[in-house]
Structure formats: C-alpha cells, structure tokens
C-alpha cells in the first residue's frame, strides 16, 4: 500500500467547466475525508465518508459540489460549473475511524485553478 | 466552538539551532487531542506529534518535543537540530474526544524557514 492517492495532481480549467478529482484511500481505512485549502491557510473541512456513507457535509459545500464513495473503496469530488473562488487545493485523507487519536494520512492534493 | 490560533504567520531558524512555534487552543472540554502536522512545499501534510490532553507527560518524536500547558490552553513545537527537510508549513489541529466525526480543528500554520 502505498497510502493515499490523489488524480490529478493539477487541474486547470476554464469558467462554468466541470472537474472530478478521485482520491483512493488506504486500503484498510474506513473513513475519507475531503478538504479545501488555499494558500496560507490550514485546511477547512468539506465532507466525509465512512465506508460508502457520506455522513457530514460542511456548510462549504455548495451544491455544485458533490461527492461520492462507491462499495467505500475509492472517492471522487465534482464540482460542476466551476468558478475562479473554487481555485483551490483539495485534499483527501483517510483514517481507520477508530476511538482514540484518529490520526489522517493525507494524500499530495489536487490543486485547481479556475480561469 | 473550539478553535486553534498559531499567531506566528513565520519564523525562521538557522540550520542546527533550536526553533519553537507556537500554538494556543480555546476548548471548554477536558478531554481531547493536539497535533501538529507538517506540509512541505508541494507535498502531503504529515503528522508530527500528537498529545492526548489526559496525559501530563510531554510528547516527543526524535528532533520533535511538545510543550503542553493544559492550564493555559498552550501546545507548542519545539524543533531541535533543525535540517534543511524541516522546511515546511506547521500546522496545529485539535481533535475533540465528544465529537464521534473526529473533525479536526485547524490553525492557520505557520511557515518555517531554515536558513543554511
């Protein structure tokens, strides 16, 4: 296992386009989670995942976005008709999702720019 | 609401001197975790250190010690020896032990410089 994978690493695209970023967790964990960070500033949260179930969405996420986790293996985030404020990092983490520390391995993000 | 402040947007430190960066929490709970991450230029945050805060005794990870002070909300980083690969942003999160989400509270980071 070569821990948490992001595609792509970059996106660029134009206005009002759409763009799906996959992440694939660590096999054994249970629990993904998405963020959005842009630059300076530490990650805010957007969703997350226990297995297939998407069991918080943070007040962020427009509904243009949507996220999914299919057979809780791996996740894709879309946002549709994008524009220039998504410009952004998102990141994926996952954990085991067990009492205690609960700590997140991170993927490399996806960084979007929007033009 | 809890939050995390780390009111050092920067600090810099010269190579194999000693350099600490702060971190201050609000929480009106007892029991919880601290940790800092570390995100290099272009690649994936990892996890530094982490604190439990019902264990008095300070962490510590090789070149990296904490200095936890329960009473007055404090959890800093002090970094040893620093190398030129501890360039990074460092970011301070708390993680509330009620909240069955697990959802971690960010600082802002703060950018560690290392000159050589």
């Known amino acids: 296992d070569t821990g948490v994978s992001q595609d792509p690493r970059h996106k660029i695209t134009k206005r009002g386009q759409n763009v799906t970023f996959r992440c694939d967790p660590i096999s054994e964990h249970n629990r993904l989670y998405w963020y959005r960070q842009t630059l300076g500033q530490g990650p805010e949260f957007l969703t997350y995942f226990q297995n297939e179930a998407q069991l918080e969405k943070s007040r962020l996420l427009s509904d243009r976005f949507s996220a999914e986790r299919p057979k809780g293996s791996f996740s894709t985030l879309e946002i549709q008709r994008t524009e220039q404020g998504d410009s952004a990092m998102y990141l994926c983490?996952?954990?085991?999702?067990?009492?205690?520390?609960?700590?997140?391995?991170f993927g490399a993000g996806s960084r979007l720019t929007v033009l | 609401a809890q939050t995390v402040t780390q009111s050092q947007p920067e600090m810099s430190v010269q190579e194999a001197e000693t350099v600490t960066l702060s971190c201050t929490y609000d929480t009106s709970e007892s029991d919880y975790y601290l940790f800092w991450y570390k995100q290099p230029p272009s690649r994936q945050m990892i996890l530094v250190i982490r604190q439990e805060a019902y264990k008095q005794q300070n962490a510590t990870e090789n070149r990296f010690s904490v200095n936890f002070q329960k009473a007055a909300k404090s959890f800093s980083l002090k970094i040893s020896d620093s190398q030129l690969g501890d360039a990074a942003m460092y970011f301070c999160?708390?993680?509330?032990?009620?909240?069955?989400?697990?959802?971690?509270?960010w600082g802002a980071g703060t950018k560690l410089i290392i000159k050589p």
């Open positions: 983490a996952s954990s085991l999702g067990v009492a205690g520390a609960n700590v997140l391995t």
């Open positions: 999160a708390y993680r509330s032990l009620t909240d069955s989400n697990y959802q971690l509270i």
